[in-house]
């Protein structure tokens, strides 16, 4: 496949790439900003547009069990292997337009700057129903379909309105029952994603992509204080036993480990008292704890750490501390072989790589259990994210796309990466 494209094809292509994601964003379940959780009514229209696109490409487009979005774009022959190139379609609440999105858009553009040329591969361009995990608290379903690892105990989860997955994929249109065929074939030969930072490091090296190494690991829990309900003006300070108090000093306990610890993030983002009122002492605390490292010793270790300091705070207050494990994600690799490739591609549309780790959760670590995987970072300006104000340069977008094409054509003339049996 030779690169016909210059580089104003590649600057128009991606000025196509952030207007359909600033569209997409406005397929949102709230009035005032950008949410669009697992199979909601806005992810219907997600799908009718991108489809819109993915058809336009003769690409053979189709949903599976779990919601992902698959657009098929055959190789030379029918029998040819195929890569996946993709990210997730869902978003936080008040989201930005990119996080996710830009990943499944640039792989439609990917495939529209082929302009119908052929690969000894296919691609198939795939955007996961769910990978944040707002709706039903767990993240990856999207992927996990695709390792298998979406299991009774997950379709059996209850969403705050008491609605479960298994029925949300009913609702849908969908059928629970065929989650098997989500699961990758034997055909795959590997799954990049494009996705943006989501921090300050490639802008503050001034380079427009990072080739990711490795993805931090990372524990979601819920933690549940309980007390004693009372009346705010009557009981004395010393006969209380205030559950959003101990809660409140555990995550201040949280915050301090996080930072007197290398390379350790904590973060608590969630909070709720019950009853809830001004004039209540609260009787129960819930607060989500949401902790990252490179290494999964010392994430385990400082996990440890805070589940120690929820007894002792509780325990010195005379109230109890539960925990639920909402995820346990191991540190992942990146594929070396792929990850080269993408270096190499770098170089060659123009920029200096730099190589680094993720310190988001991405899809790309849930596949790299079964199949080679990698990503591709682009800068994000101010390095916000998960917030309207996320954005990515125009100019960085089109090195992203020059980059992807140079990655294809390296992937289609290595004997290495056509020829490979697949792991899946
Ligand atoms: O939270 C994360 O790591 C990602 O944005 N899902
Ligand atoms: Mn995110
Ligand atoms: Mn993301």
Request: aromatic share 8%; net charge negative; proline share 12%.
């Given at each position: 496949m030779k690169s016909v494209l210059t580089s104003s094809d590649f600057a128009r292509l991606a000025e196509e790439v952030i207007v359909r994601c600033e569209k997409l964003a406005t397929?949102?379940?709230?009035a005032g900003g950008t949410r669009r959780t697992?199979?909601?009514?806005?992810m219907r229209d997600c799908h009718r547009e991108v489809s819109s696109w993915m058809n336009a490409l003769g690409m053979t487009v189709s949903v599976d069990a779990v919601g992902n979005l698959r657009g098929f774009f055959a190789g030379t022959s029918p029998a040819a292997p195929r890569i996946l190139i993709g990210s997730h379609l869902d978003t936080v609440?008040?989201?930005?337009?990119?996080?996710?999105i830009l990943g499944v858009v640039l792989a439609v553009e990917l495939v529209e700057s082929l302009r119908g040329s052929k690969l000894p591969f296919s691609i198939e361009v795939i955007g996961f129903s769910?990978?944040?995990?707002?709706?039903?608290?767990?993240?990856f379903i999207g992927s996990r379909a695709l390792v298998g690892r979406v299991d009774e105990e997950l379709l059996g989860r209850n969403d705050?309105?008491?609605?479960?997955v298994r029925k949300a994929i009913q609702d849908f249109g969908?059928?629970?029952?065929?989650?098997?065929?989500a699961a990758l074939r034997d055909d795959v030969l590997g799954y990049v994603e494009f996705h943006i930072?989501?921090?300050p490091v490639l802008e503050s090296l001034g380079r427009p992509l990072g080739v990711v190494e490795a993805i931090v690991g990372q524990n979601r829990l819920e933690f549940t204080f309980a007390g004693q309900t009372n009346h705010a003006g009557t009981t004395p300070m010393n006969l209380r036993h205030d559950a959003l108090a101990a809660a409140a000093e555990w995550i201040v306990a949280v915050e301090s480990l996080a930072q007197r610890t290398t390379d350790l993030v904590a973060t608590v983002g969630f909070v709720e008292a019950k009853p809830?009122?001004?004039n209540v002492i609260a009787g129960e605390a819930r607060a989500t704890l949401d902790i990252r490292h490179a290494s999964d010793r010392a994430r385990t270790e400082a996990l440890d750490e805070l589940i120690r300091q929820a007894e002792a705070i509780s325990s010195r207050r005379a109230v109890t501390a539960k925990w639920r494990t909402l995820l346990a994600q191991n540190a992942v690799a990146m594929d070396p072989f792929l990850t080269d490739q993408i270096e190499h591609a770098v170089q060659k549309a123009g920029c200096e790589p730099h190589r680094m780790a993720s310190g988001a959760g991405h899809d790309a670590m849930i596949l790299a259990e079964k199949i080679p995987a990698a990503m591709i970072f682009l800068r994000t300006p101010g390095g916000i994210?998960?917030?309207?104000a996320e954005s990515v340069h125009l100019e960085d977008v089109a090195k992203a796309l020059e980059c992807g094409q140079h990655l294809l054509t390296q992937l289609a003339a290595s004997q290495e990466f056509s020829g490979r049996t697949c792991r899946a």
């Open positions: 397929f949102s379940e709230d697992f199979l909601s009514p806005p609440p008040n989201a930005g337009a990119f996080d996710g769910e990978e944040e995990g707002v709706r039903f608290g767990v993240p705050a309105n008491g609605i479960s969908l059928n629970p029952n065929e989650l098997s065929k930072e989501q921090g809830g009122a001004t994210s998960h917030d309207p």
